[in-house]
């Protein structure tokens, strides 16, 4: 099975003989039910109301809504309905079966969807039922109906999402982070009369119940997959779902029995919601991904819930990272089993896991333990292993528990204590109103807006639907508190006109509820989008807020501005390279979340178009080794302001959303609190920096809350001048699970990527307190999270890296304290100085910032190694153990271990240091410091190495001796050496008691080199990032695998000669020496 992406022949399953669906042969009986006007229904109402869908933009005469039933299926469990529910999915219509709809060397397009429904029965197949592009798979939510495979099934899986050439070198009918706008619901997968395996020419499959291949707007739910279980020697073979690649998407409310691998997941990143997994071999099988956020995950009496020991494709990716959050692992020997490899390993957040009769937690397949087990009930509030910043300026791999644990704020919580999910309604049991038999057109034609908002305000409190079509609107849908609106196929309400063209008075195209509004609200199936131009237009404005937990709602619902043919924002009106048009600006805002708001989003994708789907051309695009499309001829340049802004005080919760190419940002919260993002998504504009992000939007910028300025970036800095993926802006509680933020692209150019130079910074922070970010992220970028004010940015390089990107296992720097770090935009926090300060003579060297501020200095280069010799370190240092203790709970008396610490006083012999190149302290202006004399000091740090720790008695055990590593202070001189030989062939010494002058030009004689501090413009600036100093944070910066960076003389605290570890957070103590 593929795994990954760019797999070769071998690897890739194209090996089979199938060329597409098989459409025949169809009975007499079913092919006259085909080419005569019957239409089945039952107990569900789209199954009688779903023909009022159209398809407005497509030739005439395409059928949008297709019954497999009126194709000939016959659900009997007898009948083979294979080739029945193939033309079902794949005709034209049900009187045209011979043309096809999007599918092999199409691409994409948003003109041929299809909602193909499956009333209850049982459907026998034999070969794979193929979903094309652009459609959703509907069975009937009061009987899902049971797809069955048969003993001789032949093929990848009963569903395939995307259909592998044979003999096709990998290749797909779709690019698979294209294959946008895919849904499955309300079914059950019977995969357990199918053979163990079954070959096709030369290849050979396991059963399987969809293969899902998919990107955003994107969902599986509600469904059940049954699988053999092992029996009379034979392992079981099936899977699920097998997700072998992709860029998605959500799955949510499942159920997995039996099988091989439950869910076998790669994806760049994914959602999954409420999964429950009973008597698989393995649960989950991670085989690569950048992160996956699993929340409400149930695995019981599965031998390993999660396996992510796979390292996958050309790039030989891992599991980047997994958060796993309010989850439940009983009877499971193995929870998470991973593997290391080139020092990767995945970075994992637990979070509210309870997990019993469990042998270990995490391990190291066929290794060690790294978080072990327990017959009794273990539960895991906040853990993680991979690289964490936490508020005392540490940073580094480490694994244990998080110390602060996430202060949750109880309105996101359920009475469980678990953050609060409300599933998807489908109103089974409902009779909807109808749109369109209340004198609303859905045909794209003509303004719509009065009959809309007619209808909304007399039928509040039913369930409204639109039927599948084009709903065009010249002014603002009002929609009511108190209403419930479910569309079929993504039905699209289209802004266009005069009334959102203009982008210095913005108008609102659908208004949730008015401003202090409380109550319900509920939005399901519907695609906001435009016809251009509509620089003005604000696709949606959220007022409502939640008059019970969840009550203000919108699930599976998506924005999308641009690259379709009836946009008028497309390959025709916007290509790249034609410079920027007015014509081309399609909003100023996606979607404003105001501040009496709160809402419940899920499944949500905001996409402003970076390519036109409707092109025949996508057919010729392939995929790099970074995953991203190759030779794409449908490029576009369409512009949108801004994407997702949260003013809301919540409760506000975001599961499963994106957002991506709006100009200034994709997610910003301003003012904003108790807030819930997991999994987020971005990308930055591919057209950046031509133009950059202060453009074309101009004129209205500060006509929403704290628009940026970019006024902190030289004018020279185009990377500076980047989309934020996310800004967090005067926030509180904010709680993040797995974000992937990505910037590909320079002027549609990805070879900045290698270098990860296509944009400076993707994460502002300013005035946020409260803010708890799990398993971060990106890619492309130079800096990771960049906080405005005293904070240091988290730089992406070697030690942050795992894999294709950067990862962030934890990064909680302002997560007990934030409220007073930020920038009024007065000051200029952190200024990079440049190298040229070393050429110029002593006393002449000026630097400027507004204070406070932090001058991060260059490091000067010696003319050849010198080698810095530490004094002995006499020292105290923690000793720490864990032991067993023993502890009575409700009468029960349980086991587990404690830490035990204690201090022992050690001489030291530091390693010397043999380097040429000289870092020096960060120098802190404080505020009202007009002027000032800066000395310039080295801060030379030997990287860590082993010590012994001494033999520990405790109750009478004596704990052996341990080797762990040591982390010295920086070297205590304060000048460095002033004429190293060129000469010799062996290093200079340079020892704490020489007195010494610096190297020639790099540092005038005299053993300093004075530089003044004016209060003014930041200057001189150092823009080329490799040859800056590193800014850091007062304490230890450092890590296993990583060098130990200090700002201050000392590293933790000293006195009387000694530096002591005692003032350590516990955490971070474990986190450096357990």
């Known amino acids: 099975m593929r795994d990954n992406v760019n797999n070769f022949f071998g690897s890739a399953p194209d090996q089979g003989s199938m060329t597409g669906p098989v459409l025949t042969p169809l009975n007499a009986t079913a092919d006259a039910k085909m080419h005569h006007a019957r239409r089945s229904t039952d107990d569900y109402w789209l199954s009688s109301l779903g ?12 059928q949008f809504f297709r019954n497999v039933m009126d194709f000939g299926a016959a659900g009997d469990g007898v009948t083979d309905d294979t080739a ?45 039922i193929v979903q094309y592009y652009y459609t959703q798979f509907v069975g009937n939510p009061n009987s899902k109906p049971i797809i069955q495979g048969s003993e001789n099934f032949t093929g990848i899986a009963l569903f395939d999402s995307d259909f592998y050439v044979p003999g096709g070198n990998g290749s797909e009918w779709y690019i698979n982070q294209s294959n946008f706008y895919r849904q499955i619901r309300n079914f059950v997968f019977d995969m357990t009369s199918m053979n163990w395996t079954n070959t096709d020419n030369n290849q050979t ?81 991670s085989v690569w991904n950048w992160g996956i956020n699993w929340k409400n995950i149930y695995v019981l009496s599965c031998y390993i819930a999660i396996d992510a020991t796979e390292y996958s494709g050309t790039g030989d990716q891992g599991t980047g990272s997994i958060s796993v959050v309010d989850s439940h692992f009983n009877g499971v020997p193995y929870g998470i089993t991973v593997a290391q490899k080139d020092g990767w390993q995945p970075h994992i957040v637990l979070d509210n896991l309870l997990v019993e009769n469990s042998a270990a937690v995490v391990m190291i397949s066929g290794g060690d333990t790294i978080l072990e087990g327990s017959t009794d009930a273990l539960y895991f509030n906040s853990w993680s292993m991979g690289y964490r910043y936490l508020p005392n300026g540490s940073g580094g791999k480490q694994t244990g528990f998080l110390d602060p644990a996430p202060e949750k704020p109880e309105v996101l919580l359920d009475s469980s204590g678990a953050y609060y999910r409300r599933a ?139 690259g ?62 970074a ?110 699970y797995s974000a992937g933020f990505y910037s590909f692209f320079q002027d549609y150019d ?6 990860e130079t296509c944009q400076l910074a993707l994460v502002e922070t300013n005035y946020a307190d409260g803010l708890y970010i799990y398993n971060l992220f990106t890619k492309g970028n130079e800096q990771i999270v960049s906080p405005d004010g005293s904070l240091a940015p988290l730089m992406f390089n070697d030690t942050t890296r795992n894999g294709f990107t950067s990862e962030i296992a934890a990064w909680l720097a302002l997560s007990t304290g934030g409220a007073d770090i930020g920038s009024n935009g007065n000051d200029s926090g952190i200024v990079y100085i440049d190298p040229i300060i070393w050429t110029e003579p002593d006393n002449d060297t000026i630097v400027q910032c507004y204070p406070p501020c932090t001058y991060v200095l260059p490091p000067t280069t010696l003319s050849s190694a010198t080698t810095f010799v530490y004094p002995t370190l006499t020292t105290e240092i923690g000793v720490g153990y864990q032991v067993p203790y023993t502890f009575t709970y409700n009468g029960t008396i349980s086991t587990t271990t404690s830490y035990i610490m204690s201090t022992t006083t050690s001489t030291i012999t530091i390693p010397d240091v043999v380097t040429s190149i000289v870092p ?32 520990m008695t405790y109750n009478g055990s004596i704990y052996s001796s341990t080797v762990v590593p040591f982390y010295p202070p920086p070297w205590p001189g304060t000048t460095v050496p002033s004429d190293v030989p060129t000469s010799t062939t062996e290093p200079t010494k340079t020892t704490t008691s020489s007195t010494t002058t610096a190297v020639g030009i790099i540092i005038p004689p005299g053993g300093t080199h004075h530089v003044t501090h004016h209060r003014g413009e930041p200057k001189p600036k150092c823009t080329n990032r490799a040859v800056c100093g590193e800014s850091c944070h007062e304490g230890i910066l450092g890590g296993l695998n990583a060098i130990f960076k200090v700002c201050e003389h000392c590293w933790t605290d000293c006195g009387g000669g000694k530096c002591t570890y005692h003032s350590l957070s516990k955490a971070l103590y474990d986190a450096l020496f357990a």
């Open 920 to 951: 020096f302290y960060n120098v802190p202006i404080g505020n009202g410091t007009t002027s000032t004399v800066i000395t310039p000091e080295p801060s030379i740090i030997q990287t860590a190495f082993n010590i012994t720790w001494p033999a």
């Open 564 to 625: 379709t043919t009836a946009s008028d924002l497309g390959l025709d009106n916007c290509p790249t390279g034609s410079g920027v048009s007015k014509d081309c600006m399609g909003a100023a805002l996606l979607m404003h979340v105001t501040s009496s708001a709160s809402g419940y989003f899920e499944n949500v994708w905001g996409w402003v178009a970076d390519h036109d789907i409707d092109s025949k051309l996508n057919a010729a695009a392939s995929e790099s080794t």
């Open 627 to 736: 995953g991203i499309p190759l030779n794409v001829q449908t490029d576009v340049s369409v512009y949108v302001g801004r994407g997702f802004l949260i003013e809301s005080q919540g409760p506000t919760w975001l599961y499963g959303t994106a957002s991506e190419h709006a100009q200034m940002y994709q997610y910003q919260l301003a003012n904003a609190a108790n807030v819930y993002l997991g999994h987020m998504q971005t990308e930055t504009p591919y057209y950046q920096p031509s133009p950059d992000a202060t453009g074309p939007y101009t004129a209205g910028v500060g006509n929403f809350a704290s628009d940026p300025t970019f006024d902190n970036c030289d004018e020279d800095d185009s990377s500076c001048r980047g989309a934020w993926a996310l800004r967090v802006i005067n926030s509180t509680d904010v709680l993040i």
């Open 84 to 128: 029945a529910i193939n033309r079902a999915v794949a005709s034209f219509s049900a009187s045209d079966d011979s043309t096809l709809r999007c599918g092999e060397d199409c691409g994409s397009s948003s003109t041929l969807g299809a909602v193909v429904y499956f009333p209850a029965g049982t459907y026998l197949i034999s070969t794979p």
């Open 51 to 62: 023909s009022d869908g159209s398809s407005p933009f497509a030739p005439s005469g395409y």
């Open 205 to 285: 499959y396991v059963p399987a119940g969809v293969h899902w291949q998919v990107g955003q707007a994107t969902s599986i739910t509600n469904c059940d997959f049954k699988m053999a279980v092992s029996a009379d020697g034979q392992a079981a073979t099936a899977v699920g779902i097998y997700m072998e690649n992709g860029s998605g998407g959500m799955v949510s409310d499942l159920t997995f029995t039996g099988g091989n691998i439950g869910f076998l997941a790669g994806s760049q990143q994914f959602t999954a919601i409420n999964l429950q997994f009973t008597s698989c071999l393995t649960a989950i099988k």
């Open 424 to 562: 998807k309604p489908q109103y089974e049991s409902e009779t909807p109103v109808v749109a369109t038999s209340n004198g609303i057109s859905n045909d794209g034609t003509g303004d719509q807006t009065d009959a809309i908002n007619s209808l909304l305000a007399s039928s509040v409190g039913s369930v409204v639907y639109f039927p599948a079509g084009v709903y065009l609107v010249e002014d603002t849908v009002k929609v009511p508190v108190g209403s419930k609106i479910i569309g079929s196929g993504w039905s699209q309400i289209m802004g266009t006109g005069s009334a959102f063209d203009d982008e210095e008075n913005p108008k609102v195209m659908v208004q949730v509820g008015e401003e202090g509004d409380e109550g319900v609200i509920e939005i399901t199936d519907m695609l906001f989008t435009v016809k251009g131009p509509t620089a003005g237009a604000v696709l949606v404005e959220w007022n409502v807020h939640e008059s019970t937990q969840g009550s203000a709602a919108m699930w599976d619902s998506h924005f999308r501005v641009g």
């Open 750 to 755: 990805e070879s900045c990527i290698d270098t």
